[in-house]
């Protein structure tokens, strides 16, 4: 019999996505398998043991849950502790003292230090705080992206999604236009996900490009011959120029010159959908993000029970050049750790910038 599949925690109903979030921040915290008692006591809301029990039930027949041995307590599957790390990426907030503590170990960095002795400062300082090892990784390498999403969080702004064909799962908080509608998001996963899976990003972008230049070429060499024959004029130069049809009305008659500007008319609009999605794709490559493998997800540090926590930096380009971050237990306490080392990414970007 198959698992069930289910896309997030918000598919699960109110009662078991809050069963199953107590259970793994208590899991965090002891390492030990958690009980329906201790649970049940834990919740906010009245419910007994033994309905706690079925719930657990139904959480482990979907995958999230599992009895290491045969006592009544339950701890998060690798696939429970990326749901539930998914779900704390959107809410968590750098501590106050962290920051203090990070800010401390470059405070007083005179100009001109190597990078390296820099990175080390922080890679120790990572280590310290989430009392694990540090990592620092250069240069970053351009994975092959297996799906991209796209996840409306504010008017302008936006989760992207990036699952790699390595088993990596990146998320970036990009600055979208208010105007583009949630639906050309979806229509732009869509696309990418059809045409271009498999492809690095840059090598989407360098894609799309091309294909810009083969509508380019084609919607002027139609439009040439349009304004050639007097039936058009261009208006306007560069990206904004746009062709205006005269006598609309006397074209009627004329099937090919009908069908020419009809297919101009498609070229354009592909031609827009084309700029939006390049667009897009830099925005993305621009966009702040945390990356988290769990367990086996990454091929590098596949051994059960670690996990590994980086964030890209950049250089005085604005250009990604490395990755940092910590390499741990299973059991990170994520919702600090996650904005530590984004926090940690972004400082060392602005020291090298």
Excluded at 86 to 104: G, T
Excluded at 171 to 194: G, K, M, Y
Excluded at 223 to 241: I, R, Y
Aim: glycine content about 8%; aromatic content about 4%.
């Amino acid at each position: 019999m198959s698992t069930p599949r289910i896309g997030s925690l918000a598919e699960l109903d109110a009662r078991a996505r809050r069963i199953f979030e107590q259970l793994v921040d208590i899991y965090l915290g002891s390492g030990e398998p958690v009980g329906s008692r201790t649970l049940a006591r834990r919740l906010d809301f009245n419910l007994s043991p033994a309905s706690v029990r079925n719930v657990m039930a139904d959480l482990e027949e979907l995958g999230l849950l599992h009895a290491p041995h045969t006592s009544a307590g339950r701890m998060p599957t690798e696939r429970g502790l990326r749901f539930f790390v998914d779900a704390v990426m959107e809410n968590a907030v750098l501590d106050a003292e962290d920051k203090a503590a990070l800010d401390a170990q470059l405070a007083d960095v005179p100009p001109g230090t190597p990078p390296e002795q820099m990175l080390e400062r922080v890679s120790t300082a990572l280590s310290g705080l989430a009392q694990c090892a540090g990592l620092v990784v250069t240069p970053t390498h351009n994975p092959r992206i297996r799906q991209i999403e796209f996840v409306r969080l504010e008017p302008q702004r936006a989760l992207a999604i990036l699952v790699g064909e390595d088993g990596s799962v990146e998320n970036r908080v990009i600055n979208v236009p208010a105007d583009l509608p949630t639906a050309s998001l979806q229509r732009a996963a869509a696309f990418l996900n059809e045409r271009l899976s498999g492809l690095g990003m840059r090598e989407m972008g360098q894609r799309i490009a091309a294909e810009l230049d083969v509508l380019r070429r084609e919607i002027d060499a139609l439009a040439a011959d349009a304004v050639a024959g007097g039936l058009a004029t261009w208006v306007g130069s560069g990206e904004d120029k746009r062709l205006i049809v005269r006598g609309r009305a006397n074209l009627i008659a004329d099937e090919a010159l009908l069908s020419d500007l009809q297919r101009l008319q498609r070229l354009f609009a592909d031609l827009e959908e084309k700029r939006a999605l390049l667009e897009l794709l830099s925005l993305v490559e621009q966009g702040e993000g945390v990356r988290i493998f769990i367990g086996r997800e990454n091929p590098l540090f596949s051994l059960s029970g670690s996990s590994l926590i980086v964030a890209p930096y950049g250089d005085e380009e604005h250009q990604v050049v490395g990755v940092l971050g910590v390499i741990g237990p299973t059991r990170l306490p994520y919702a600090r750790i996650i904005p530590v080392v984004d926090y940690a990414a972004r400082l060392v970007s602005r020291m090298l910038s």
